[in-house]
C-alpha cells in the first residue's frame, strides 16, 4: 500500500487537534471521534484495495519501429468489476527510449474497456521488449494506492530511421524529390545506355539523330537513352569508436545507417544492384543483389550494429573487398575522416580504385565547427578555436589528398549525409563515369 498526499494532510490535522485535546474536554471528544474516523476510514480503505480485481490488458505496437522517430503505442485495459476505478498507468517500455504522455490516469467504468495512447521515441536501435503494464489504483478516499502488476511482453525491432524511404517514395510518384533536396537532373533522352527510337522533337540534339532509320522512315527519328541499369553499389560502413561521436540525439553511425537505407532504396529503384560490408570492429557481409525486397536484407543485416571501441583498419577492408567482390562497383567508404589516419587510408583508397568507383563520405563534427567559427571571448575560448581550426585544415588537407587520388568525395554535418549521398549518386549515374 502506498500512502497518499490527501493521507499526510490528514494525518497532519489530526496531529494539530491531538495539541489541545490534553486542555479542553472538547478538542478531546473532537480527538477521539477523529481518531476513529481515520481509523475507519483506512480499514475501509484497505479492505477495498485488496478486493480489487485484475484487470485484462492488450497493447498495440509495431513489431518494427524508427530510431529517432515518434511512434504510438496503444493501450487497452478490460475492468473485470461491478465498480468504477481511478487508474494510474505506467508501461514498462525499454530504457532506451523516451515517452510522453506516462504516466497516463483515466477512470475505468465496470465491465468496460478503455483504451489510451502514448508516444515513444526509441533511442537505439536492436531488439527490444516491453516487459509489463504497471497500474496504480487509488482507494475509496483516496487515502491509500496500490500496485498491481500484469505481465504483458511485446517484442519490438528498432530500425535504423527508414522513414526518410517513405517520405522519398511518396514523393518520387510525384516527382517531387526536390521538396526532400535531392535534385535529379533530368534530360530527356540523354544518358548512356540505349533504351528507343523515337521521332525527332525539337530540342534533340543533332547528335542522338539515327540516319539509318531517318532514311528507312523518311523522318528524322532519335536515339533516347537512358541511365545504365545493373551496376553495383557496395557500401564500406566504419563501425569503428569514431562513428560514436553524437551532435544530437543521434550519433555520427545512426546517421550513416539512415543514409544507407535511403541510397540502397533509391539505387534498387533504379535498377542497381545493392550490397554492404562493415568493419571495425563488427565484420558483416552482404552480396550485392538487385530487387526492392534488398531493402529488407540491408535493414536486418544491419539494425542491431553499435559502434565498437576499436580503430577502423582501413588497409584490411580494401583488402577483403577486393576478395570478395573483385568485380568494377561504386564503393561508398562512409567514415568520420581525421588526419591522423591518413596515410592508411590513402594507400587503402589506391587499393580500392584499381578496379572500382570510390566515394568517400566522411561527415564534419558539428561541435568543432561550431568552437572554430565562434567569438572568441577569452584566452580559453581563443585556445579552443585555435585547436579547432588547426584540426579542421589537417582534416582539409587529408580531402586535397584523397581528390588527387580521383576519389569522389562527401564532407557535410551528419544529417545533411543521406541527402548529399543521394545527390552524388544521381550525379554519377548521368556522368556515366562508372
Known sequence: MIPTRRLFIMLWIWVILALPAGFSDVFSNLWKVSTLLLVGMLVLEVYGLLRVPSFSWRRQVQGSLAVGVWSSVTLEVHNLSESTFELEIFDHYPDTAETSHLPARITAPANAWVKLSYQILPLERGQFNFSQVQVRVSGMFGLLQKDNYCPLVSKVKIFPNFTNIIKYSLLAHDQRQSQMGIRRVRRRGEGTEFQQLREYRLGDSLKKIDWK????????????????????????????????????????????????????????????????????????????????????????????????????????????????????????????????????????????????????????????DDVADGPVLGFGNALDSAAANQFLEARKKVHDQVRQLNILTIDVPPEQLAISMANKYFKIKKSGIL
Request: one cysteine or more; aromatic letters at 6%.
Open 213 to 368: 532509320a531517318t532514311s528507312r522512315m523518311n523522318k528524322l527519328i532519335s536515339r533516347e537513352y537512358q541511365d545504365e541499369r545493373d551496376q553495383r553499389i557496395i557500401f564500406l560502413v566504419d563501425c569503428g569508436r569514431k562513428m560514436n561521436s553524437r551532435d544530437g540525439e543521434l550519433s555520427h553511425f545512426d546517421h550513416t545507417l539512415n543514409a544507407l537505407l535511403l541510397l540502397s532504396y533509391i539505387a534498387l529503384k533504379q535498377g542497381d544492384s545493392v550490397g554492404l560490408m562493415t568493419f571495425g570492429g563488427h565484420d558483416r557481409w552482404l552480396a550485392p543483389s538487385k530487387g526492392i525486397h534488398m531493402v529488407n536484407q540491408v535493414l536486418n543485416t544491419v539494425y542491431d550494429l553499435k559502434p565498437s571501441v576499436t580503430e577502423p583498419d582501413y588497409l584490411k577492408c580494401a583488402t577483403m573487398i577486393s576478395k570478395l567482390h573483385p568485380k568494377r562497383s561504386l564503393l561508398v567508404l562512409i567514415t568520420n575522416l581525421r588526419d591522423e589516419e591518413s596515410e592508411e587510408l590513402l594507400s587503402s583508397l589506391r587499393l580500392l580504385k584499381r578496379r572500382n568507383l570510390v566515394l568517400l563520405a566522411s561527415m564534419r563534427e558539428q561541435a568543432v
